[in-house]
């Protein structure tokens, strides 16, 4: 009998609907784990159609494509080790989240997932039908349980498949990031561990993939709850596992432990590398930006120079007469430390244009906030003609606290194809930014040093929309506003719970409406990373047309 047990793991980057290029990616990682003499080559959870692929994977055809690229897959890798692949599976009117065994030339044995999530981003009861608790599948003489992901968080799976002849778990995951996820992971896969007596191997995927980003720092656990092996968070890799048989039983040689990222710098990775994946898995390959003078754009801007390179990025400034000398300054100094593009585009002719064209209509009515949404209107139209003159994808750059209150014009500054702070609440904005500015990583493409100059992070947040104009006008402070959309949003808490914290009573139900009010905008808004479990889109999904507000 074997007393030694090599795993290849992928921690790798899918991308959704790419069935020949994933198959591939799943080649290259064999192939590997062949030439390393591994028993087994272990991918994430539906890595053959990418995750989450939502109701793609119930279209027939789809199905049926997946079947045709993973027995080719099963073929291609007849002569070496076992490659244990993620997959939708269907069995005649029933369709299954499926963990397959591919081993000389076929499909060998598969795992089907018994536990489907139904809450935050996923929905996979109403995709998925729920396999039966079974048991290992055998490789070699070895019996491996591979509990798929949601399975793992849950004791009925992992025991039993201890109880049928399991000899250490092997969990395949489509796990995305949120802040603070990692530490849930751990002690979620460390209470498996202790109720079973096995070890455990934790395998998760990387990259961004619409909304969500896979942050793979994939790990190993023996029995006691011991960490023998952690990856690097993020990172595509391809590597091995041991596993050494002792008389207690299977236990992972312990490697190296890398350390997971601070929450400043995950977020900001995340935000980096979703931005980086959609626009590499859309095909495209420059963005541009209206850049403002303000913290927020200014954050974008250096988000895009670090997933993108100073070279693809476009920055817009488009002045008003209300836009400051110091806006004008700002903006240039970024775009300056960046080393991108900066084009220059006042609005004032065009907005004079729309002025007298409106004269007749509005003949009689006093200027207000239409007069203000115009100018915003016309910025987004000048920047969408520029992506659609040079093929740049426009980056919106409201920030959560704004998107939450509808702080933003719809057509106007809501324009644009991804927004990387859409989940980034304004208080959060001036700490990323000090952050950015004190740090950089071998995984950003935009130079060292300080991007956005102080000047940037102390002076008032403005629209500069008309004379004098501060958020503040309109808005609570932000340490209050976003205090209370934390309470209302994040934490789907109540008015009394914002009065139990010391904060006004009508300050709070003017939010609430605030945010129940501009449900439409969000519904139209530009997709962004998720950085927290109330992130506007799948985590939160309330009607447009509500009538409902808390009566406490």
């Not at 023996?222 to 236990?251: C, Q, S």
């Amino acid at each position: 009998m074997a007393d030694r047990f090599r795993i290849t793991l992928g921690q790798l980057n899918p991308t959704v609907g790419d069935l020949a290029g994933n198959a591939a990616l799943a080649r290259q990682a064999w192939e590997q784990g062949k030439a390393d003499q591994a028993d087994l080559v272990a991918l994430p959870e539906m890595f053959i159609t990418g995750y989450n692929a939502q109701d793609l994977v119930m279209k027939r055809a789809f199905q049926l494509d997946v079947m045709t690229h993973v027995e080719q897959l099963a073929a291609d890798c007849a002569d070496g080790p076992a490659l244990a692949i993620g997959a939708p599976w269907a069995e005649g009117t029933q369709l299954f989240n499926a963990y397959l065994i591919l081993k000389n030339g076929k499909i060998a044995s598969r795992t089907l997932k018994h536990e489907l999530p139904n809450e935050t981003v996923f929905d996979e009861v109403r995709i998925f039908d729920s396999g039966p608790l079974g048991g290992p599948y055998a490789v070699g003489n070895t019996r491996i349980g591979s509990p798929i992901c949601e399975d793992a968080w849950h004791p009925d799976v992992a025991e039993t498949l201890a109880e049928t002849g399991a000899e250490f778990l092997l969990v395949p995951n489509g796990s995305p990031y949120y802040r603070g996820k990692m530490d849930t992971r751990m002690n979620m896969m460390v209470a498996r561990v202790v109720e079973t007596g096995l070890p455990l191997i934790y395998l998760n995927m990387v990259g961004g993939q619409d909304d969500q980003v896979f942050d793979g720092a994939s790990f190993a656990l023996n029995p006691g709850g011991k960490l023998a092996m952690k990856l690097p968070a993020f990172d595509a890799i391809t590597t091995n596992v041991d596993l050494e048989r002792t008389a207690e039983g299977w236990r992972v040689i312990e490697g190296e432990i890398a350390t997971f990222p601070d929450n400043y710098e995950a977020d900001y990775r995340v935000m980096v590398q979703g931005l980086r994946d959609y626009m590499g898995k859309t095909g495209f390959k420059k963005v541009l930006l209206g850049l403002s003078g303000g913290i927020d754009s200014a954050i974008v801007a250096t988000i895009a120079a670090d997933a993108l390179g100073p070279d693809n990025v476009r920055c817009v400034m488009l002045p008003s007469e209300y836009t400051s000398q110091a806006s004008l300054d700002d903006a240039e100094a970024v775009a300056e430390a960046l080393g991108c593009r900066y084009d220059y585009v006042p609005i004032k002719e065009g907005r004079q244009a729309i002025t007298n064209t409106l004269a007749p209509l509005f003949e009689g009515r006093d200027a207000d906030l239409t007069e203000e949404n115009i100018q915003s209107r016309l910025r987004g139209l000048l920047l969408m003609a520029l992506s659609n003159k040079f093929g740049e994808m426009l980056l919106t750059t409201g920030n959560k606290s704004e998107v939450a209150v509808g702080y933003a014009t719809i057509y106007g500054d809501m324009s644009g194809g991804y927004n990387p702070i859409k989940d980034m609440y304004k208080t959060r904005v001036f700490e990323t930014c000090r952050w950015r500015n004190a740090n950089h990583r071998d995984w950003m493409m935009g130079p060292k040093g300080t991007m956005i100059p102080e000047t940037i992070i102390t002076k008032p947040p403005t629209a500069e929309l008309r004379e004098d104009q501060k958020d503040s006008d309109s808005l609570p402070d932000y340490s209050v506003l976003d205090r209370l959309l934390e309470i209302l949003v994040d934490e789907n808490g109540s008015i009394e719970d914002c009065v139990a914290e010391g904060f006004d009573r009508a300050t709070a139900k003017k939010v609430e409406h605030l945010i129940y009010i501009s449900e439409y905008k969000r519904f139209q808004s530009a997709p962004g990373p998720r950085l927290t479990k109330g992130a506007f889109w799948l985590d939160r999904r309330y009607p447009i047309v509500n009538r409902w507000r808390d009566p406490s």
